[in-house]
């Protein structure tokens, strides 16, 4: 009789524990071809606003909804058997209060099953962080740079550059952390100040464009994979070219279908097989 190990999905108190240990890997996926490949490779994988940008060429990521998010969501969980799940609470969903960020998080999760939501917002988001913690929904912190605020903010600029910048931003992360958040992503900000927040909260940190100290790092897959357009952020790294690999592939579909060299017989139905 065959033994069949059952693979376990990665748990958000694994993740947590995690801290000062493995680095954490993490990658966004919002479809299910994506979420099948990174499955096997991370520990974590964010349904990421940034589908906005990278699945629909908006401009921002500002008006993604809840409901497209829950169904990106939805597709990666179905995929996916061993990464932890985190989905990103869309702009507009949470910041008004508790009560409004938690209905929209239930939604999410209750319809993808995934197995956190994550929240951009530091000091200021800190009780409704605790709201949702204490209600049974996991939260993963962000700060720094943060995508959704880039009106206030001034478009997609590094931070924590200046002493007093850097400060907010460290307590910001503090707050979060004492609030109940299971992790943070910092975004865009000075080394100096990543390192200091890993070094001082009991909590995983996942860089992006911030410190090799952080506890695990996050990218778009896209920018990695060369998916992404002309312009990769400078804390990405290109590690293959998958653009080029479709690019020919397509090309040379399109080159036998004007050829008239595909389809062949072969490919076709009700066919009758030669003779040997």
Do not use: W
């Not at 995690?18 to 520990?43: H, N, W």
């Not at 049974?136 to 478009?155: E, R, S």
Request: hydrophobic share 45%; charged share 20%; with cysteine.
């Amino acid at each position: 009789m065959s033994v069949h190990s059952e693979i376990k999905r990665i748990t958000v108190p694994q993740i947590k524990s995690m801290k000062g240990q493995d680095k954490i890997v993490c990658l966004t996926s919002y479809t299910a071809p994506f979420a099948r490949i990174l499955d096997e490779f991370v520990d974590l994988i964010l349904i990421g606003d940034s589908t906005a940008m990278v699945g629909y060429n908006m401009e921002n990521t500002l008006a993604i909804t809840v409901e497209q998010m829950a169904a990106h969501a939805q597709a990666v969980v179905r995929s996916t058997q061993r990464a932890c799940v985190v989905v990103d609470m869309p702009f507009g969903s949470y910041q008004e209060s508790p009560e409004q960020a938690f209905r929209h998080a239930a939604y999410i999760l209750q319809k993808s099953n995934a197995s956190a939501v994550k929240m951009e917002g530091g000091a200021f988001l800190a009780e409704t962080t605790r709201f949702l913690t204490e209600r049974g929904i996991p939260v993963m912190a962000h700060v720094g740079l943060m995508p959704q605020y880039f009106n206030t903010m001034g478009g997609f600029k590094a931070q924590g550059l200046s002493e007093e910048m850097a400060e907010r931003i460290y307590q910001d992360a503090l707050a979060q952390a004492q609030a109940g958040a299971f992790s943070i992503v910092i975004e865009g900000s000075a080394e100096a100040l990543a390192r200091r927040i890993t070094a001082n909260v009991a909590i995983p940190t996942i860089g992006i464009g911030a410190s090799p100290q952080c506890d695990g790092q996050i990218l778009v897959t896209e920018d990695i994979l060369n998916l992404s357009g002309p312009r990769i952020p400078k804390f990405a790294k290109q590690f293959a070219d998958v653009q080029a690999t479709i690019r020919d592939g397509v090309k040379a579909y399109a080159d036998e279908v004007r050829a008239n060299t595909f389809p062949t017989l072969d490919n076709c139905f009700g066919v009758p097989k030669k003779n040997a």
